[in-house]
């Protein structure tokens, strides 16, 4: 009896990893991953939602597989490209910039979306709500309209005796103008004379910074892919212009600018593997609330602020995060 009981038992085990072989998917789900900027430029953020997803179990090239799309900042390309991943038979579409987002959901309603940074994803009419997206849309919202204000009240600290402040801004965003209406109205208590400056590509960048030479005190960059791909270049067309520049993550401070200050888009994207988790084991994209940034930066460019004659009070430095020698 024992040694049937045994044999029994030993086929059984025998044939089990058989029986769960042919169980296992005949292929792999797939994240269409389209960056907004280039694989270079986002090689830290995307390295740390991959790293997020092994620790929830994602294994690349064992259980899943990732297909790269990269826009490198330009939005007419958008569409293309998320349709190049939907033909690849994507499961989940990640992406972030409020345009990519929009392209996304125009080119399906059915395949999840998950945004890893998008500037209002409420104002932009990407979701219904925060807490219920609906649709098949969800992610993080990066909340750079809101910050706006703040960027000015650390302006104003830093450079106390400027006024006139030039906006450079995507026109092609649909979060431009509202980042430039939050910032014209936190403005009423900083009284800063705020021009908008509209640049719609990279080779306009230049001769619009150069031309605002001795006519501006200070530079302020709307939160976008464009300007994000062109930030050394405007890292070292300010400081050649002296002027002083705000934007709204620390890669800008890192290639020259004077001052950041915004949410840490490492974290964000780190954070959205939580979301594809939840999406590849079945959840939902409607009843997954959208999330609000937990990390914010204040990154100050020490160099740079000598190179301008501009020294940051004890107290202003004593509140940074980091400072870039």
């Known amino acids: 009896m024992r040694r049937r009981r045994f044999l029994t038992l030993?086929?059984?085990?025998?044939?089990?990893?058989?029986?769960?072989?042919?169980?296992?998917?005949?292929?792999?789900?797939?994240?269409?991953?389209?960056?907004?900027?280039?694989?270079?430029?986002?090689?830290?953020?995307?390295?740390?939602?991959?790293?997020?997803?092994?620790?929830?179990?994602?294994?690349?090239?064992?259980?899943?597989?990732?297909?790269?799309?990269?826009?490198?900042?330009?939005?007419?390309?958008?569409?293309?490209?998320?349709?190049?991943?939907?033909?690849?038979?994507?499961?989940?579409?990640?992406?972030?910039?409020?345009?990519?987002?929009?392209?996304?959901?125009?080119?399906?309603?059915?395949?999840?979306?998950?945004?890893?940074?998008?500037?209002?994803?409420?104002?932009?009419?990407?979701?219904?709500?925060?807490?219920?997206?609906?649709?098949?849309?969800?992610?993080?919202?990066l909340q750079s309209s809101d910050l706006a204000g703040k960027r000015l009240e650390l302006l104003r600290e830093i450079i106390p005796g400027r006024r006139r402040l030039s906006v450079l801004s995507n026109p092609a965003s649909p979060n431009a103008p509202l980042e430039v209406g939050e910032l014209r109205a936190a403005n009423l208590k900083f009284d800063f004379e705020i021009s908008v400056l509209e640049i719609k590509r990279s080779e306009d960048i230049a001769p619009a910074i150069e031309g605002l030479k001795g006519s501006i005190d200070a530079l302020y960059v709307q939160t976008d892919p464009l300007f994000y791909t062109n930030r050394s270049l405007i890292g070292a067309l300010a400081l050649d212009a002296k002027l002083p520049t705000i934007s709204g993550t620390r890669e800008y401070v890192e290639a020259g600018s004077l001052i950041s200050y915004g949410a840490n888009f490492t974290d964000l994207f780190r954070r959205t593997a939580d979301y594809i988790d939840k999406i590849l084991r079945g959840a939902n994209a409607a009843d997954l609330p959208v999330q609000q940034p937990t990390k914010f930066d204040l990154i100050v460019n020490l160099k740079t602020a000598k190179a301008l004659g501009i020294e940051p009070s004890p107290t202003f430095l004593a509140r940074t995060d980091e400072t870039v020698e």
């Open 10 to 141: 030993l086929s059984g085990a025998a044939a089990w990893p058989l029986a769960a072989r042919a169980q296992q998917p005949a292929t792999l789900p797939v994240i269409g991953f389209l960056g907004a900027n280039s694989h270079q430029a986002q090689r830290e953020s995307t390295a740390a939602m991959l790293q997020r997803l092994r620790e929830l179990g994602w294994i690349e090239g064992r259980n899943f597989r990732i297909e790269y799309r990269w826009a490198e900042g330009r939005y007419d390309r958008s569409f293309e490209l998320v349709a190049e991943l939907l033909g690849l038979k994507a499961d989940v579409i990640v992406t972030h910039a409020t345009p990519n987002v929009l392209a996304a959901r125009r080119a399906t309603s059915t395949i999840p979306v998950v945004f890893a940074a998008v500037g209002d994803p409420v104002g932009n009419g990407l979701v219904a709500s925060l807490a219920r997206p609906g649709g098949n849309v969800t992610g993080l919202s």
